[in-house]
């Protein structure tokens, strides 16, 4: 078995160095070709335009259906939410914090994987992306609860609001 593979091996270092004398120049310099060609230039630069341009739309479409993808999925669960507890006011929270915990974890996701691109260059981007991304769900979920907080404090006070004026305007007639 060595044998017939030390044999492999030279019959094959032997064709491969008699080939590469085989195809050997002549000693004639090859003829110049300088020739500047406008046209294919100008073409190449299309091409290479038109290919940036398909990868951005491409590219465009495809975080437009995942972002797509992902409303219809909060949508969707916050109307069973709002089904199963027969309440609007739940469904209307349950879509509030899971968009703006995707919305947030997304954004820190993107942001990270930017601050890293341009300021760290040896770090590891898979790691940073996902602590972006949990810091921007995280993130993301506090500010659904303030906003929540915030809106049943602005619905209290406008029916506050409204019925001292009623109380006001049934007292005048």
């Not at 495809?62 to 993808?69: M, T």
């Not at 969707?76 to 509030?96: K, N, P």
Request: hydrophobic share 55%; with cysteine.
């Amino acid at each position: 078995m060595r044998t017939a593979l030390k044999l492999a091996f030279l019959s094959l270092t032997a064709f491969l160095l008699a080939y590469g004398t085989a195809f050997c120049q002549d000693g004639t310099p090859p003829e110049p070709d300088d020739e500047f060609n406008l046209f294919l230039l100008l073409f190449g630069l299309c091409a290479i335009v038109g290919a940036l341009v398909l990868f951005v739309l491409l590219t465009l479409l495809v975080a437009a259906l995942i972002l797509g993808l992902s409303a219809a999925g909060a949508l969707s669960a916050s109307l069973i939410t709002g089904w199963q507890q027969r309440s609007v006011a739940a469904g209307f929270r349950s879509f509030l914090r899971t968009g703006l915990t995707v919305f947030g974890g997304l954004t820190g996701a993107l942001l990270m994987w930017l601050v890293s691109m341009y300021f760290f260059e040896d770090t590891q981007v898979l790691l940073l992306c996902t602590v972006g991304f949990v810091a921007g769900a995280l993130s993301g979920l506090l500010f659904a609860g303030l906003s929540i907080a915030i809106l049943r404090w602005s619905l209290r006070f406008a029916q506050k609001k409204l019925g001292e004026r009623v109380i006001k305007d049934k007292e005048h007639r």
